[in-house]
């Protein structure tokens, strides 16, 4: 048995137009600006959380860190560290440059004193401890 189909125009277009399309990975070109995301893992052990943070390129000098109650905001730097000789043509380059913010809030506020930082092989470690949770306080009603 002969298999039919039916001759549709419109669909012989839109198959034209988008051949491909999906096959082929996605263009970033013309965003070379953008920087991805920062990536991080939080995780709470023994009364504080510990953030691990993927910075790679990046400088320990170039990296900040702020707290401000429960909120943490990362912020980080990647410079291009050598410009392009006179008689040098770049050919491709895919590396991007500039600076990167992070910021999420957490469940509970962080103890800013006893706050650590660690920085090795592009991974940013903080270890936040939680603030000790005030005591409630009786109102005597006069």
Not at 9 to 33: A, C, M, Q, T, W
Not at 75 to 87: I, P
Not at 96 to 107: D, Q
Not at 116 to 129: N, W
């Amino acid at each position: 048995m002969a298999n039919v189909t039916r001759f549709d125009p419109f669909n012989d277009l839109v198959d034209d137009i988008f051949k491909g399309f999906l096959v082929r990975p996605v263009s970033y070109e013309g965003r070379g600006d953008v920087l991805p995301r920062v990536k991080v893992d939080v995780a709470e052990v023994n009364g504080a959380y510990t953030v691990n943070a993927d910075l790679p390129g990046v400088r320990k000098e170039d990296i900040q860190v702020s707290i401000d109650g429960a909120d943490v905001i990362l912020t980080a730097e990647v410079k291009r560290e050598k410009d392009a000789a006179k008689d040098e043509r770049v050919l491709h380059s895919e590396r991007v440059y500039g600076k990167v913010t992070r910021s999420f809030t957490l469940p509970q506020e962080i103890d800013e004193a006893r706050a650590e930082a660690k920085f090795r092989d592009g991974v940013l470690e903080l270890k936040l401890p939680k603030k000790a949770a005030a005591a409630r306080k009786q109102v005597t009603i006069q």
